[in-house]
């Protein structure tokens, strides 16, 4: 949410104690905002601030308990955007201040402050939640897959020092690498980690090998490897990914997009030990032994789900689900032996009321089946028709892509042109986030990769 000066001004007017002037400046923003979900977080703002204002000028406590009590409810009927704010530890003051209240206890000192400004509360650039929300923009927003990555020459300096498990593990690392290709003019950050950091907590030890990729030490081939296989907590083994997404929020004007892997793509490397062109051994466990298969893709999803939902907790604007490898299964497979564990994890990440992006590769097939699995953006490859695809998710989702990532290793006007031909599909329709189809390409040049940055912003300016 962009927030304007009568927003801001009321804030600091709030911390100031002029709670009715905190109250005019607030309806003042209420009076010409269009976004319902704005509108009832500036009116619990309202309720508040009125609130303190008849305990405190007119010396009414009962009826101001209730109005606070009526503007908490609304406050906390829009919990993900209370958290995009920034609001999150201010209600939960003002809730104990509200009980303190209603017992008789209350001085105007107590009161929680909302200290701004601050960054967690200016949000400088909203573009890519509108457009996940599907609310009108002033111009496409833009962000990358993989836009933090061995393209740039600043990250390819820093893995000359440190292994890609050293950046994933240390926060700082992290922080700084997430934070290189912002200089491009993105909408969004990606948390720079790996879609395999689970696995190794889980019991799973894996390793990246030199021209290889990630390898898996001990690949499963039993059941009894699955039943071993241990559901984490996040907040414990995962502890350095939180770090790091926690001293993002306190650098970034941008939102911040957390990612996982999605559990059929986390199994496809357990079962074969890392990448694989045809999935022999994961389809071999998943059609003759599906009790077993089942059973790891209940443990996966499980862990998937508390990771994203810790992501979120610690402060990620949007999640992303990654199902790079779910395009090799025919549609009615995926419905069978993926869809329901998908579904598990979707459904719950869509309570709480942040962005869910659905992503994979070689989706054509399945574009419906991943719909009704969950998310309320779609990601789309560049092997489908941005415009054919979206008829048939349905325009009351978002959509994100597709250009094809090798259109930006050829020349920049090529580049562009691509780009051009993504956001003529789009046709300016609320809901569309501009992205690739898959990753950014090892050896794409960095100046094209800009160059489809500042086309994006001109062209698709309404």
């Known amino acids: 949410m962009l927030l304007d000066e009568s927003l801001v001004r009321g804030a600091r007017l709030f911390d100031a104690g002029r709670f009715f002037d905190a109250h005019e400046a607030w309806e003042e923003r209420w009076a010409v905002a269009t976004d319902e979900t704005e509108r ?66 209350f001085e ?25 929300r599907r609310e009108p923009v002033d111009r496409t927003p833009v962000w990358f897959m993989r836009q933090a990555g061995r393209y740039m020459p600043e990250y390819r300096k820093l893995r000359e020092k440190h292994t890609l498990l050293e950046l994933c593990k240390t926060p700082e690392l992290a922080v700084e690498v997430t934070l290189q290709p912002l200089r491009l003019g993105v909408d969004a950050a990606i948390l720079f980690a790996d879609i395999l950091l689970p696995l190794e907590p889980m ?28 559901i984490i907590d996040p907040e414990e083994s995962l502890a350095y990914v939180l770090s790091a997404i926690k001293a993002l929020k306190r650098e970034l004007k941008v939102p911040l997009i957390g990612f996982a892997g999605a559990p059929f793509t986390l199994s496809s490397y357990l079962v074969e ?113 941005l415009a054919a695809a979206w008829e048939r998710v349905g325009r009351g989702y978002a959509v994100q892509g597709n250009m094809d990532p090798c259109a930006l290793l050829a020349t920049r006007e090529i580049a562009v042109k691509h780009a051009q031909r993504v956001l003529e599909a789009a046709a300016a329709r609320p809901g569309h986030v501009f992205n690739l189809g898959h990753g950014i390409l090892p050896e794409t040049p960095v100046d094209h990769v800009r160059a489809v940055v500042d086309h994006v912003a001109q062209a698709s300016a309404r």
């Not at 508040?48 to 406050?75: D, Q």
């Open 108 to 132: 105007q000192s107590a009161i929680p402050t909302l200290g701004v400004p601050n960054a967690r509360f200016l949000r400088v650039n909203d573009l890519f939640l509108r457009a996940c």
């Open 40 to 105: 009832r977080i500036l009116q619990g703002l309202i309720q508040v601030a009125a609130a303190l204002h008849k305990l405190f000028v007119m010396k009414s406590a009962e009826s101001a308990s209730r109005l606070l009590a009526k503007g908490l409810a609304k406050l906390d009927g829009c919990p993900a955007r209370a958290a995009e704010m920034g609001l999150g530890p201010f209600c939960d003051s003002m809730r104990a201040y509200a009980r303190d209240l209603a017992a008789g206890r």
């Open 273 to 385: 030990g890392g990448k694989s062109s045809n999935f022999a051994k994961t389809k071999k466990l998943m059609f003759g032994a599906p009790d077993a298969w089942h059973a790891l893709m209940q443990k996966l999803a499980e862990v998937v789900r508390r990771y994203l939902r810790a992501q979120v907790a610690a402060g990620v604007d949007a999640v992303q689900l990654f199902d790079s490898w779910v395009g090799d299964l025919a549609p009615e497979d995926y419905v069978e032996y993926v869809q329901p564990h998908v579904r598990h994890v979707l459904g719950d990440l869509e309570k709480t009321g942040v962005p869910v992006i659905h992503f994979g590769t070689g989706t054509a097939t399945l574009l419906e089946a991943m719909r009704d699995a969950g998310g309320t953006v779609i990601g789309v490859d560049w092997c489908t028709p």
């Open 203 to 230: 019991g799973a030890s894996f390793e990246f090998a030199k021209g290889e990729g990630p390898v898996i030490h001990e690949p499963i081939a039993s059941r009894e490897q699955i039943e071993r296989l241990r």
